[in-house]
């Protein structure tokens, strides 16, 4: 949850009487927030220019801890007139429109243009304010916390706020070249361009650094001007100097550009809800008019807003209708306990307004501008929680007594865990997500597109797929532990992600276990080998129940590699073998490694001595189609026919090589025949032998004229 900095002194205030630490934690609790931390800390001055003091005066402040989408309680406004409703010294306010001014409403025109970046906005004007420096800064601050939290780091709402005094309506939003953007960012000595701007900003240890990326490669950049063309804000990067607000500004034009027309409403609607207290008419706010072009441009983005005026902001409060069978079942209290009539005024502790119906079955709520976060019945519901105090809420004995019990692939894996730290290895835990190159690559497999999930939007190189095996993890944690002594013996019990059609996700995981050894002395494979086969010993199998055959796996070595299947199924289930040392090698590893991977999921298909019967997901990776047990005599056979095949090819080789070698050898006695200079098999020219270039030839002239 987001944390917000409140000034104790000016919330008491706010609230009317002081708190002791613990009585106000007490009161955060019952409304359904929590105060994180109590510090100190210096009085902030006035933001953009603000000069602090040689010594600043020091304050408390309440470091509170709030749900993510109570975007009303962000601000110190907004906190202190939610807790004073909760705790019943005021009502809850109405927000009102203002009549439009002489000469009607002020307007702001959309240009089509700005479909290609930003193509919405929506504004509102607060009159006749009087801040002081105390509230100001809150206001600075609530624009920061709401970019940084529902406006998603500007990329979907990016707010500009201006002196409206400085500027002459109607307004435009347009989309200009970078080039043809000019005007003096706020708090900046002189005018930029837009592509000045951004080599200015891109150069620098700026803050808006970070918000660069949201407009560069654009061919034009979404730009606010008056009547005069004087330019109000660059969003969603800068405001202009000349509508710089401060303190003592009295009438406040807010802009909300934004790619996301709903969430642009509610931030412009949160605004108005919490600073309109400080206009000469309390919570009042003054709409303006937003004219988009006709034509296809702004039907984008769930929005049909072409051809279309638009007044903003709307205050008009959305209806939900909850049960009260259902707010009471849920809360798990009887209608004794929470009668109907006393739901309404719970929730009117939480600024909303409800009443119950005249059925006495249902609660009729209008949910206000400041509380976009409730959507449905259960967010009713949860408000009614609230207001009624969880402390208060009887806890009681379930009625259904349940026995837990791991479920049995989770016995399995550690019961197999606790059998692999017996048998001398060390358990490690890596990371479920892996690079594409680290899955395929590097493990010599191909992708043929119908294994592994992929990450549609990683952020990180190293983190593209799911993982398909564990061993690549465990080839890193090697190479990453080289000053470990040897032998190195490690092991991992976990879960791989699989392509699975047959799953409503798409995907499914399998449980595996994966074993490496390495040693300087011996590769390893009979010691793999006697931990599968100890493994099959724990799992109760008897010799007739599997069997081990010959492997393919590109990441062991042809010859060495063995597959575990069951008997009389022939399902695969597992594969050991020595690693190939180009796998090695791609990992960064000296010395001769063996590895194991068995899946644990297809054992209990067959039902494990003391474990429930499963029958799973076949695991796509492992359960190939039956083959036949290895036969040693065929295999011999086939490996004498490669060897003949190898041999017959070598002497062909080195029969090219001696007859290259021959002629070579005459076309150097015949150079030194003719009187030329050879050495190293090599002709030496003379300088009068050759002309490059008019004669004036260098090294690379004859590196050229060679052919080199």
Known sequence: MPTVSIPRDPLFKALGRDFTDDEFQDVCFEFGIELDEVVEEPV???????????????????????????????????????????????????????????????????????????????????????????????????????HHNVCRRRTLVAIGTHDLDTLTPPFRYRALPPRDVN????????????????????????????????????????????????????????????????????????????????????????????????????????????????????????????????????????RLEAKVDYIQRAIGLTPEQLPAAK???LLNKMMLDAELDASGESIQVAVPITRPDVMHACDVMEDVAVAYSFNKIPREVAPVRCTGAPQPLNRLTDLMRLEMAEAGFTEALT???????????????????????????????????????????????????????????????????????????????????SVVFSDSATSGFEIVHGLVERAMQMLSLASGDYGVRQGDDPTFLPGRCAEVFLKP???????FGTVHPEVLEEF?????????????????????????????TPDPAFHAAAEPEFDAAAYKKQEAEELKKKQEAERKKAAEKDKLDAENLAKMQALEAS??????????????????????????????????
């Open 44 to 146: 902030k001055v006035t933001k953009t220019r603000g000069t602090a003091a040689a010594e600043p005066e020091m304050e408390i402040i309440y470091r509170i801890e709030v749900p993510a989408n109570r975007y009303d309680i962000l601000c110190l406004e907004g906190m202190a007139r939610a807790l004073n409703v909760f705790l019943g010294n005021t009502e809850r306010p109405e927000y009102a429109l203002l009549p439009p001014p002489p000469g009607g409403l002020l307007s702001m025109t959309v240009e089509p243009e700005t479909a290609q970046i930003r193509p919405f906005i929506v504004c509102a004007v607060l009159r006749d304010c009087a801040f002081d420096d105390r509230a100001y800064n809150s206001f600075l601050d609530l624009q920061d916390r709401m």
């Open 183 to 318: 005007f003096k960012p706020l708090a900046q000595e002189r005018s930029f361009n837009a592509e000045e701007l951004f080599e200015h900003y891109g150069s620098s240890n700026s803050p808006l650094k970070k918000f660069l990326h949201i407009l560069e490669g654009s061919p034009v950049y979404p730009v606010v001007m008056d009547a005069e063309d004087r330019v109000l804000s660059l969003p969603p990067i800068i405001n202009g100097e000349h509508s710089r607000i401060s303190a003592a500004t009295k009438n406040v034009l807010i802009e909300c550009t934004c790619t996301d027309y709903t969430k642009g409403l509610i931030v412009l609607n949160t605004i108005v809800a919490m600073f309109s207290q400080y206009s000469s008419k309390p919570f009042s706010v003054e709409p303006m008019t937003v004219t988009y072009p006709s034509g296809p441009t702004h039907n984008v983005a769930g929005q049909q807003l072409s051809g279309k005026t638009e007044t903003t902001p709307s205050l008009a409060k959305h």
């Open 343 to 345: 739901i309404a005024p």
């Open 431 to 513: 990371f479920a997500l892996c690079s594409h190159e680290e899955a395929f690559k590097k493990m010599r497999r191909e992708d043929r597109g119908t294994a592994a999930v992929v990450i549609s939007n990683p952020k990180t190189i190293e983190f593209q797929v799911c993982r398909t095996s564990l061993l690549p993890g465990l080839f890193k944690t090697l190479g990453s532990n080289k000053q470990n002594p040897l032998p190195w013996r490690l092991f991992e019990v976990s879960d791989t992600v699989h392509l699975d059609p047959t799953s409503d996700v798409g995907a499914s995981n399998r449980r595996r276990l």
């Open 569 to 575: 199924s022939g399902l695969r289930v597992g594969v």
């Open 588 to 616: 960064e590893l000296e010395f001769p490694t063996s590895a194991v991977e068995l899946d644990l999921e297809a054992f209990l298909q067959i039902g494990v001595e003391g474990f429930e019967s499963v029958v799973p």
């Open 675 to 708: 009187g030329k200079k050879v050495a190293g098999g090599m002709h030496k020219f003379d300088a009068s032998e050759v002309d490059v270039h008019g004669g004036t030839a260098t090294a690379d002239d004859f590196m050229d004229a060679f052919g080199f």
